[in-house]
């Protein structure tokens, strides 16, 4: 039988030691520690929030806000030369890839919703798109009242086409709808006049306009139809990760920072073609950065009671 030198158990117990807390309580925090690799979910083409540049660099708004928790997870570990890889995801496996630990932390544009809840958790709002509406504005449309009467263009099969119908019905508007099958042929319709607006989830939209041939010919106008807060996706059940990714966030929120990262991907040219989406932050995006939640959409009327108490500020 042999014998544990007293020697190598101190070194054994001093490892232990090395080991800061918050590591040992966390589920992915220890994973982490052990690999001494972190590794990100990213999109091939989710743009601007996480997608491939003319390097094949992964680059993007979110992907900025995930490096950032890295840099919280070094310092917390104290793993200054921690490994960061990453891994593709698809809308129809990232939710997999979190709860599996393929992935530590999901940099794409997700919608954090009860429903997913349910399997995964979220990190505080990073931003916040809804249904909107596209327009021309020679057409004075300025909210879904001035719809009345008017033929609206819509993608077949989407949460904005069952909102703006919903909506017709509750208003009486007798609004006309005309389907098509992608955002190509939506915008071709505003463009000939064949349809007055098209209900798309805003981000989407100045995405749209941003790539047309004459961008000044259209406009994003409207009040938010539906809520589509995005955040982050990590595991579910280690509140201590998530808390060191709330705190990191939270620090940008208050510093300020995320105003420039905003502006950088959304009020900016950004690569590989140069295109600027001209996408000023909206207002409950602010009031999320001034008070942050991780409240998942559909609850309480879609975040209302998330936002409710913010709107007096």
């Not at 609850?299 to 913010?310: F, H, I, N, P, V």
Request: glycine share 4%.
């Amino acid at each position: 039988m042999r014998t544990i030198s007293a020697a190598f158990l101190a070194a054994m117990i001093a490892a232990l030691f090395a080991i800061p807390a918050i590591a040992q309580e966390s589920v992915t925090l220890k994973r982490i520690t052990e690999k001494k690799t972190i590794t990100l979910g990213v999109r091939e083409a989710a743009d601007p929030f996480s997608y491939l540049d003319a390097k094949q660099q992964y680059v993007g708004y979110s992907i900025d806000l995930c490096m950032k928790i890295v840099d919280a997870v070094k310092a917390h570990l104290k793993l200054p030369d921690l490994k960061v890889t990453t891994t593709r995801v698809s809308a129809q496996i990232r939710i997999q890839m979190v709860m599996t630990g393929d992935v530590d932390l999901e940099c794409g544009s997700t919608t954090n919703t009860l429903e997913r809840q349910k399997q995964v958790a979220f990190a505080v709002t990073t931003f916040f798109t809804g249904t909107r509406l596209l327009i021309k504005p020679s057409s004075l449309i300025k909210n879904y009242k001035d719809l009345k009467g008017k033929t609206i263009v819509v993608t077949s099969g989407t949460t904005n086409e069952r909102a703006i119908k919903e909506y017709n019905l509750q208003e009486s508007l007798n609004m006309r709808f005309v389907q098509v099958k992608d955002h190509r042929e939506a915008l071709a319709a505003i463009e000939k006049g064949a349809a007055a607006a098209f209900p798309m989830d805003d981000v989407l939209l100045y995405a749209m306009r941003a790539s047309a041939p004459n961008p000044p010919e259209f406009a994003v106008v409207g009040d938010f139809l539906t809520d589509e807060p995005y955040a982050i996706m990590l595991r579910k059940d280690d509140p201590a990760f998530k808390k060191l990714a709330d705190d990191a966030l939270i620090a940008l929120f208050k510093s300020g920072e995320i105003n420039k990262i905003y502006a950088r991907w959304f009020e900016s040219p950004i690569p590989p073609r140069g295109v600027n989406l001209l996408m000023p932050m909206n207002n409950t995006l602010k009031k999320l950065i001034r008070s942050p939640n991780s409240e998942g959409a559909d609850s309480c009327g879609r975040m209302q009671c998330a936002l409710r108490s913010l709107r007096e500020f």
